[in-house]
């Protein structure tokens, strides 16, 4: 869970976070989870939040039934397929969410 001064606090990652929604056309839903994964599991270095963004844009979309590709997802968010790839189920576990095992 986090605070609404975390809310505050990662502004400008929130407005990056809805740039990447809108340019993977994500529905409202997958938003909301998106953001509050962010906001749950965020770290305190600015280097490391992109990747977490981009993490929990890719969960976000899939606990919401709004799939997107690994790559779409890294090239809206501006991080490599990779760093998608390593952080999303993490971020999950982060957040106390079970990851699919599929």
């Not at 490391?48 to 919401?64: C, E, N, P, T």
């Not at 982060?94 to 599929?102: D, I, K, S």
């Amino acid at each position: 869970m986090y605070r609404a001064r975390d809310q505050v606090a990662n502004e400008r990652w929130l407005a990056d976070l809805e740039t990447a929604a809108d340019a993977l056309d994500l529905s409202a839903e997958a938003r909301e989870r998106a953001s509050d994964l962010f906001l749950s599991t965020v770290p305190a270095e600015d280097r490391s939040k992109r990747a977490v963004l981009a993490a929990s844009l890719y969960a976000g979309a899939l606990i919401a039934g709004d799939r997107r590709s690994q790559n779409a997802v890294a090239d809206a968010a501006g991080v490599s397929r990779l760093t998608v790839q390593k952080r999303w189920k993490p971020l999950l576990e982060e957040a106390g969410l079970e990851p699919p095992t599929w």
